[in-house]
């Protein structure tokens, strides 16, 4: 007979079903940079107009472990439903990912305003590197230019860990390799530069948003967030709005 024992971490279920409480069956584990609760997650909508008063206009609890990028197009339904639709949507990085963009301009015709999924790849930290946007894309005739001119050898629809739909591109082994800006493209030793990128709609409405994310309207614009998320932090630190009582 096998000896009662505590499960290891590899043995334990994902947080996304595992009971935390026996006192709330549905409240889960989470964590959000430097902050960690057990409870739930909640999206508040609220008003922001010049010269009249904030309202909140929606409340929306996930489980903890919800990601906030699948919460955008269920917001903006919710609220249309209830004719409550923005003609301007302000949310946070975590809610503006390059689908919800096209769609919410071609299902709702609202313009999605924040900072958009950055990009987190070497070239874009590192400032003289090639990102994505160095590079030509033809999808036409499916083949991306480099910024010296070279074609991709491939071109590969697929799907990323999400399920979401890319496309992947590499471009030729020799030509890479002998390529005198090698260093500011890939740091591989061996292997030729690849691209992974969204569907055509949804690269472009990416590309846009970071373009627009460096001007100075948009900066003001992003500022009036401040609004809802003063309310998000006045319901965590006074109403417990994370956790049930």
């Known amino acids: 007979m096998e000896a009662v024992r505590w499960r290891s971490p590899d043995e334990r279920p994902p947080a996304a079903i595992q009971i935390q409480s026996p006192y709330e069956l549905e409240a889960r584990y989470s964590t959000k940079r430097d902050t960690q609760w057990v409870g739930s997650k909640t999206h508040l909508s609220e008003t922001c107009d010049d010269g009249d008063p904030d309202l909140i206009t929606q409340a929306l609890t996930t489980?903890?472990?919800?990601?906030?990028?699948?919460?955008?197009?269920?917001?903006?339904e919710d609220l249309a439903q209830r004719a409550l639709l923005p003609g301007t949507h302000l949310l946070d990085s975590g809610s503006v990912d390059a689908q919800f963009l096209a769609s919410a301009q071609h299902l709702h015709h609202i313009a999605v305003i924040g900072p958009p999924f950055g990009s987190y790849r070497r070239q874009h930290r590192a400032g003289p590197g090639y990102g994505v946007e160095a590079f030509t894309l033809d999808w036409a005739t499916h083949q991306a230019r480099c910024p010296q001119g070279h074609p991709s050898v491939t071109w590969t629809p697929g799907h990323d860990m999400r399920g979401a739909p890319?496309?992947?591109?590499?471009?030729?082994?020799a030509t890479c390799r002998a390529?005198?800006?090698?260093?500011?493209?890939?740091?591989?030793?061996?292997?030729?530069?690849?691209?992974?990128?969204?569907?055509?709609?949804?690269?472009?409405?990416?590309?846009?948003?970071?373009?627009?994310?460096?001007?100075?309207?948009?900066?003001?614009?992003?500022?009036?967030?401040?609004?809802?998320?003063?309310?998000?932090?006045?319901?965590?630190?006074?109403?417990?709005?994370?956790?049930?009582?």
């Open 63 to 76: 489980p903890a472990t919800t990601p906030d990028w699948v919460m955008g197009p269920v917001i903006q």
């Open 166 to 173: 890319v496309v992947r591109m590499r471009f030729d082994t």
């Open 179 to 245: 390529c005198q800006v090698r260093s500011a493209c890939t740091w591989a030793k061996e292997a030729p530069r690849q691209l992974t990128v969204r569907p055509q709609e949804q690269h472009g409405a990416m590309q846009a948003a970071r373009q627009r994310q460096e001007t100075a309207e948009f900066k003001a614009r992003d500022a009036l967030r401040a609004g809802a998320e003063s309310t998000l932090a006045q319901g965590v630190r006074r109403f417990d709005l994370r956790q049930g009582r």
